[in-house]
């Protein structure tokens, strides 16, 4: 039991450490914004798998604190935050509402809502100068493109999340457990 125990906490850490890497990564490589902390929530479904919700949601926790600490570029660690990092740890619940009509209706629903908490809680921190009516509507249409791309983007992580666990479990879990000697 102590032994697993203390294998957990360590497998926790690196997880942690490398969650934060990706997302400075983000912050350094522009492209990778997004696929950062995507990369870091699939972290957080491996930890869900090998160490329990319990060590995730610390895990997670310590990785938005920490990214929202110490990664330059904010915007990255909040949608780490906010949404990538959490969802693996809540994918399994959605994934039991039925039918799947239901099931997509509330994954994006939950993507929209935090993704338009996180950019209005934003807003109101850093209002926006005075801009002009085509402006304003101009915005408007490039937001509403942005976040239906968004949407899209969204349910492909999904489905990568379902189809990346089910060859981590198949493939890398027996060689990483082989390797670190785990049993």
Not at 32 to 39: C, R, S, V
Not at 78 to 88: A, E, S
Not at 141 to 154: D, P, R, Y
Request: positive net charge.
């Amino acid at each position: 039991m102590r032994q697993r125990k203390s294998w957990d906490i360590a497998f926790c850490g690196v997880s942690v450490a490398l969650s934060v890497a990706f997302m400075l990564l983000g912050a350094v490589v522009p492209i990778a914004m997004f696929i950062a902390p995507a990369a870091a929530g699939i972290l957080m479904a491996v930890l869900r798998q090998e160490c329990g919700l319990r060590m995730a949601v610390t895990a997670y926790g310590a990785v938005s604190l920490l990214g929202l600490l110490f990664v330059p570029d904010k915007e990255i660690s909040l949608i780490f935050t906010v949404l990538l990092g959490y969802y693996p740890l809540v994918k399994a619940r959605f994934d039991a509402i039925r039918p799947g009509v239901l099931r997509a209706a509330a994954k994006l629903a939950l993507c929209n809502g935090a993704v338009l908490a996180m950019y209005g809680f934003l807003f109101l921190l850093f209002p926006a100068e005075e801009m002009t009516g085509a402006a304003v509507w101009g915005a408007l249409v490039l937001s509403g493109i942005t976040l239906a791309i968004g949407n899209v983007a969204f349910l492909l992580y999904d489905k990568a999340l379902v189809n990346l666990m089910r060859a981590y479990k198949l493939l890398w879990q027996p060689r990483l457990h082989r390797m670190l000697g785990r049993r």
